[in-house]
């Protein structure tokens, strides 16, 4: 699918601009494929930090950090609404409980120039492999458990809206294995 990108931009530019190719435009109709083409190839890997904050069973408050690994053409500068789509990285302190997630995020957001960090999270969503590990006064019995599962968010104009299923790996017996999660807070 990669190596046919290029090709599928190229194809995109000459029918946005089928006129003006004939009408004589100063890059003439095959040097615009190639210049298109090449910026399609000169693509540079970037980090986008991501930053959060909301309530959320069984963590009560929680804060979110986090990193977004996407490539993009090296010469775009991502001024106005931008999407970011790739690897992501999250830690989520709270409370009653932590977790540690990996898995892959998309998110269109507006940022200035090339930014380090989203500043503003208008459409997201991601999915992760998650690890959650409660501790002092969480809502659960025993309260101080491992759990290891899957924790999807969306975001909508700067809110998330989050849930989880999670089993138990580990602090002893418990009536039910299965975690079910859900929060609600700002960013992505």
């Known amino acids: 699918m990669s190596e046919r990108w290029p090709a599928l931009a190229a194809a995109a ?25 090449r910026e399609e190839r000169q693509r540079e890997r970037r980090v986008l930090g991501l930053a959060g904050a909301g309530v959320a069973y069984p963590s009560k408050v929680e804060a979110s950090l986090g990193a977004l690994v996407y490539t993009m053409p090296a010469a775009y500068d991502c001024r106005n609404l931008c999407r970011f789509e790739g690897l992501l990285v999250r830690a989520e302190p709270g409370l009653s409980a932590g977790r540690l997630g990996i898995g892959y995020g998309r998110v269109y957001g507006g940022a200035a120039g090339q930014p380090a960090f989203l500043h503003h999270p208008h459409l997201g969503l991601s999915l992760e492999a998650s690890f959650l590990r409660t501790w002092r006064d969480a809502p659960l019995s025993p309260p101080v458990r491992s759990f290891a599962g899957l924790q999807a968010r969306v ?10 299923v999670y089993r138990q790996v580990s602090g002893g017996p ?15």
């Open 13 to 37: 530019a000459l029918l946005v601009a089928p006129g003006t190719l004939a009408d004589g435009d100063p890059l003439g109709g095959e040097d615009l494929v190639q210049q298109v083409v």
């Open 174 to 188: 418990a009536e039910d294995p299965w975690l079910v999660t859900g929060g609600i807070g700002w960013g992505f």
């Open 155 to 164: 975001t909508v104009i700067g809110v998330r809206f989050s849930a989880g």
